[in-house]
């Protein structure tokens, strides 16, 4: 089957690299690697795009095929990056190799150290009360040069127009970070960015 390539474009109206990418299931994965991955955050940041980087795994696939709603978001992600080895194998079996799979654990800590390096800040979004603290307080301590704008747990109600919801959007967008980091549960961290990602003043989502 023939690959196509696609061109992203932040909201200043640039086009940015083409990267590989193929539909699986009706949703379009893109070949995006660790580094192309970084190269292009760091291009959103300095443009002052917005732009939203999102995993596709097995359980999205899944999630996608009952939720229409979870569909969209997908549809609507600018980039839908390769989640485990078997969305890996799927695009194999149609023809196409892409690269290792995004994994938050292994990933984020190379994020975070280029994010140092480039001076680009961050905010964390998501587990129990206290452990996005400890988190940030560790990252801060592995990575120094990594600027940590801010961090929130994952545990409030996500109404869109709840007061608990409000309150978050006014702390992220005070803390101006350069890009969110959620890391809520799937479908729970979708459906938020999916419900608030036009009110989020960052410029990339993961």
């Known amino acids: 089957k023939k690959i196509k390539r696609t061109k992203k474009q932040g909201r200043d109206g640039m086009a940015y690299r083409g990267f590989k990418s193929m539909d699986i299931m009706g949703i379009r994965v893109d070949g995006l690697s660790v580094r192309d991955l970084h190269e292009t955050v ?43 080895q078997g969305v890996r194998f799927a695009a194999l079996w149609r023809g196409c190799i892409l690269p290792r799979p995004w994994r938050p654990a292994r990933q984020l800590r190379a994020l975070f150290e280029f994010c140092g390096e480039r001076h680009h800040s961050v905010f964390i979004l998501g587990g129990h009360p206290g452990s996005a603290l400890m988190v940030a307080e560790q990252c ?4 120094p040069e990594l600027r940590v704008a801010g961090c929130h747990h994952g545990c409030f109600n996500p109404d869109p127009d709840g007061y608990e919801n409000r309150e978050l959007l006014h702390e992220i967008n005070a803390a101006e970070p350069d890009i969110l980091v959620t890391a809520m549960a799937t479908p729970r961290q979708e459906r938020w960015l999916f419900d608030n990602w036009a009110r989020v003043d960052a410029c990339v989502a993961l």
Do not use: H
């Open 42 to 84: 760091d291009r959103m940041i300095r443009v002052q795009g917005k732009v939203m980087a999102v995993r596709a795994d097995i359980q999205a696939f899944n999630q996608a095929w009952e939720e229409p709603w979870f569909r969209s978001f997908m549809g609507a992600a600018d980039y839908v990056m390769c989640g485990d």
């Open 140 to 143: 801060s301590q592995i990575i």
